[in-house]
């Protein structure tokens, strides 16, 4: 039976949400380039070895040299599968980064140090800043694009854009600003499905505020490496990765904002430890993911938001693929997750395979997840199940097979969902292992085992049905389809940032995130 259970986990549980497989060629010295970074981001070899980049992510990348060798680097057209070579034949230090994901010095960047070259023999310079701190630099009264606010601004600066439609992919590279539409339904970037990102932010404290972000390739709203970030009362509809994204970034904050349409996660924070980061007050729907969390945690609240029709609602979830795994330490609660069961949506494999799931934590450790109203789902309501690497991938030699422990379910309501409102699977390796979670208190019906462990209570006999599960999961699943092309439903009229023509500017370093009150938070009602 055990056996069975892990041949059909392989089959199903395709939880790579933040990358593909590590499939490197034997004997290759070989970098392999995700979705916003370099793996290793520094290595070193030999005077005259090949080194070879292989794009296994999701979106296309570029490898630009910051300086030398001759011939080195790929500008344009480096698209997932491709892979790109070349010989290092004299010693040196060669730094690179991907232009479409991070700078010259930030976010997406890499290293090769080729033969007894030192590493700290370069020094990398940072351009001076440019405007005077505190002014409003307006769009496109002063400055034509937003892109050429953004450049002339100063720490402290308002960059205050009128209602119109910008086809623009902004790339934000100075610290402490706030970008602000007038009208957040009506401020619009259109990516016209040839541009990446909406909004690229590569410096701390930035703020981005009103408006919307559509039809880009990548992502709507994108924070990575960066210390302090906030997203308020934002539109993210349309998007071919994620909608509102914290990659590699710390002390943050997702608020009153609004994410349909994204084939991975309408929101997403991924590899960061602790985060100190909230997200409150948001609506995803019509997304793969509601929300994906990949090997994040730590103090990193999910509260008082709506999770519905998506194909799931809420995945934390372990990797290799990206760095600070495991996935732990999320507090969940006073969410609505419901009709997660959605066919039509742009999807990616996880999307797919997770669908009918509501609450998801897979292969994550001690997280809370508390006080949610949870409905209407074809399989699960809240399920606790594990995320075997070495099954799905057994070519790659730094997989791990991540188990579900010490995760606490309290108090949550619990309704109609079809095949349990509770699922507990610790571990692909013995289904008697309760791995320390535990429920409490919660209102519910049926459950996965029939009786799980409760919190508080003395340990007692355990065993799960890990092959129901994996029958379940492992059903016929529809395909995503081509996010461009979904029927999403018309968001409405989204609430408006009150005073956003007059509020002054607050620097996500201001106040962020914000203060929340758990103890205060009551379950939803319907």
Known sequence: MRAFAAGAVAGLLLLGACGGDDDSAAGAVEVTVRDNTFTPETLRVGVGETVRFRNI?????????????DGFGVETGFAPGDTYEHTFTEEGVYRYWCSLHGTETRGMTGTIVVGDAELDDVTTTVPDEHGEEGTTLRVPDQHATIQAAVDAAAPGSLVLVAPGVYHEAVTV????????????????????????????????????????????????????????????????????????????????????????GSPDAGFYIGQCFPCDAVITDVLAEWNGLGYSGTNAGGNLLIVNSTWRENRAGIVPNSGTGEKLHPERETTIVGNRVYGNNN??????????????????????????????????????????IPLPERVLYPDNPAAINFDARGNRVRANVLRDNRAADLVLVTSIDDETDHGDNCFADNEYAT??????????????????????????????????????????????????????????????????????????IRTPTR
């Open 57 to 69: 992510g999701r979106t296309d990348h570029t490898v630009i040299a910051v300086d030398g060798p």
């Open 173 to 260: 590279t100075k610290p402490d600003i706030v970008i602000r539409g007038l009208d957040r339904d009506q401020t619009i970037l259109d990516g016209e499905f040839t541009l990446d990102n909406g909004f690229t932010v590569l410096a701390d404290g930035v703020a981005i505020e009103n408006m919307t972000a559509r039809n880009y390739t990548g992502n709507g709203f994108f924070w990575s490496g960066v210390t302090g970030y906030r997203g308020s009362y934002l539109n993210a509809i349309r998007n071919g990765d994620y909608g509102i994204y914290a990659f590699d970034s710390t002390v943050g904050q997702f608020d009153h904002s609004y994410a349909a």
């Open 343 to 384: 066919e039509q949506t742009a999807a990616i494999e996880i999307a797919e395979v997770a669908i009918g799931n509501g609450i998801l934590l897979a292969g994550g450790n001690d997280n809370v997840v508390e006080r949610n109203l949870v409905y209407d789902h074809d399989i699960s309501g809240i399920a606790i």
């Open 447 to 520: 459950s996965i085992p029939a009786s799980v462990p409760e919190c508080g209570a003395a340990p007692g006999a355990f065993a799960t049905d890990l092959a129901r599960f994996v029958e379940l999961l492992g059903s016929p699943k529809p395909e995503g389809v081509d996010y461009r092309e979904v029927s999403l439903p018309d968001p409405g009229d989204q609430p408006e940032m009150p005073g956003a023509a007059t509020a002054p500017a607050r620097p996500a370093t201001r106040g962020v995130p914000v203060s929340v009150d758990l103890g205060a």
